[in-house]
């Protein structure tokens, strides 16, 4: 679903506001800071591209700023900061699940988009199981990759529709609620409370990064307190540039350092006209320069057959008490709603089809019915016109039909939009001068910049990870990409 409304750059200002008030309290002495505003400090950065340019805040003041938020400053050294590090440990460590044996990481890879994992799954019921490898849950497991800068859920009384927050069904209102629900899911790491968690954290390997980084905060013996912080570290991990870091071919056509093919470019005009992909996931950065995500973070049904191979379908009765009579309500359910039937939250497009190698299956819409981009281009493209092909839609009622369905597309056209959306992995290498297929492009291209959102700024830290974001996509207009990890 379209919205009309696009607050990002509101939510930028806000952010740049946090961080100046957080220097200006470290600093007392006005002189220490020899820019007049957050606007004319981010500038400075701009044009120096490093701490200790013209006009930035001394190299001491940052360290100062390190030290209390625990998040570096672009031009200082580290890939993630040390939260984000304690984070890193804990999206790894499988051995914080009951049994042990399943990590974050276990249904997020980063090599697939931090979606599943393992190819023979994602080709038939696409369901991972849980930590009891008798039990399993009733969808894909979504992208962690961009999730961070969904806003909390809410409803959009403008839009008349739901919006952000996280999982499938919004059930989680932001990323730190988020985090904690897989940990106590006995479909998922099957703990029993926030203390066993806390517990194999406290005993792990990362034990005295997880005291450094949370310092009195830590030594609290409220299981509660402790778990949060875990949360905390986890999301912040999740919102790192490691795994957020806008390194497409896309955004370095957005840069200006490449062109796209003739298929490519043909794809990119059916996304935001014939077919009609804009209506839930803006492709164009808006007028501060932030790149597009992909999603509105709205959420629709889109009339999806159901997966006859989910596992879900086979789960004892306690599990699932509907059997093989189950339907999947997303949001409905989670609002205990019936307008909502059916809807599950917009997907980023983003990393749609990165794979860790080239003959690697992935699975495609909340339930990985589809399992390639071709068949789900398809589906969008001839729902209506030869439904005989997917099967009907495992919830009928609130099905949009208005913008999908019929687009009306040649199997030329289909292939284009592929390719398209082929262009949206990250970990793209803007090719050499000297590399086969190099296409020189005009060097004036503006560096697009992350979206950002209001709920998600909560200090200066967060404006600090936000300036590494910034670093990143900055490269692609100066200089040539960086692997990513």
Same mark, same amino acid.
């Given at each position: 679903m379209r919205r009309?409304?696009?607050?990002?750059?509101?939510?930028?200002?806000?952010?740049?506001?946090?961080?100046?008030?957080?220097?200006?309290?470290?600093?007392?002495?006005?002189? +220490?800071?020899?820019?007049?505003?957050?606007?004319?400090? @981010?500038?400075?950065?701009?044009?120096?591209?490093?701490?200790?340019?013209?006009?930035?805040?001394?190299?001491?003041?940052?360290?100062?700023?390190?030290?209390?938020?625990?998040?570096?400053?672009?031009?200082m050294a580290g890939d993630l900061t040390a939260l984000e590090q304690l984070g890193k440990q804990i999206f790894f460590d499988t051995r914080l699940s009951t049994p042990a044996g399943q990590a974050c990481a276990s249904c997020h890879l980063p090599e697939a988009g931090f979606t599943g994992p393992t190819s023979s799954v994602n080709e038939r019921g696409a369901v991972y199981a849980g930590a009891v490898s008798s039990r399993a849950g009733n969808r894909k497991p979504p992208s962690v990759a961009y999730a961070c800068f969904s806003p909390s859920f809410s409803y959009d009384s403008e839009e008349e529709t739901y919006v952000g927050g996280q999982f499938w069904d919004g059930r989680a209102l932001n990323l730190i609620e988020q985090a904690k629900a897989p940990f106590l899911n006995p479909l998922e790491m099957n703990n029993s409370n926030a203390t066993e968690?806390?517990?194999?954290?406290?005993?792990?390997?990362?034990?005295?990064?997880?005291?450094?980084?949370?310092?009195?905060?830590?030594e609290s013996s409220d299981a509660d307190v402790l778990f949060e912080l875990i949360a905390r570290a986890l999301a912040a991990y999740e919102s790192s540039s490691e795994v957020n870091s806008f390194s497409s071919k896309y955004d370095a056509y957005l840069a200006g350092k490449v062109e796209l093919t003739a298929q490519e470019q043909q794809g990119l005009d059916l996304f935001a006209n014939k077919a009609n992909c804009t209506a839930c996931h803006p492709h164009e950065p808006d007028s501060e320069g932030h790149p597009p995500l992909f999603t509105d973070f709205t959420y629709d049904n889109i009339g999806a057959p159901a997966n006859p191979e989910n596992p879900f379908y086979k789960m004892a009765a306690d599990v699932n008490p509907d059997g093989a009579r189950y339907r999947d309500l997303g949001l409905g359910n989670a609002l205990h709603n019936q307008a909502q039937w059916g809807k599950v939250k917009v997907p980023t497009l983003r990393n749609i089809a990165r794979k860790p190698a080239p003959g690697f299956s992935k699975a495609y819409l909340h339930n990985g019915v589809f399992k390639s981009i071709q068949e789900v281009v398809h589906f969008y493209n001839a729902r209506d016109v030869t439904p005989h092909e997917f099967g009907p839609p495992d919830v009928l009622e609130n099905v949009n039909?208005?913008?999908?369905?019929?687009?009306?597309?040649?199997?030329?056209?289909?292939?284009?939009?592929?390719?398209?959306?082929?262009?949206?992995?990250?970990?793209?290498? +803007?090719? @050499?001068?000297?590399?086969?297929?190099?296409?020189?492009?005009?060097?004036?291209?503006?560096?697009?910049?992350?979206?950002?959102?209001?709920?998600?700024?909560?200090?200066?830290?967060? +404006?600090?990870?936000?300036?590494?974001?910034?670093?990143?996509?900055?490269?692609?207009?100066?200089?040539?990409?960086?692997?990513?990890?």
């Open positions: 009309t409304t696009d607050h990002r750059s509101e939510y930028f200002q806000d952010g740049q506001n946090i961080v100046w008030q957080s220097i200006k309290v470290l600093s007392t002495c006005k002189d +220490i800071v020899h820019c007049e505003s957050p606007g004319a400090w @981010s500038k400075q950065f701009d044009h120096a591209g490093q701490t200790g340019g013209a006009g930035s805040p001394p190299r001491s003041l940052l360290l100062l700023l390190i030290l209390l938020t625990g998040f570096p400053i672009p031009g968690v806390v517990n194999k954290v406290l005993k792990s390997s990362y034990q005295h990064l997880f005291r450094q980084v949370f310092r009195k905060q830590a039909r208005d913008e999908l369905g019929d687009l009306q597309l040649t199997a030329n056209e289909e292939l284009a939009l592929v390719a398209f959306l082929q262009t949206l992995s990250d970990g793209y290498h +803007i090719p @050499s001068p000297g590399d086969p297929g190099h296409s020189p492009v005009a060097e004036n291209g503006n560096s697009p910049l992350p979206a950002t959102n209001s709920s998600h700024f909560r200090a200066a830290s967060d +404006i600090a990870r936000y300036l590494r974001f910034r670093q990143n996509a900055h490269r692609f207009a100066h200089g040539p990409a960086e692997t990513v990890r």
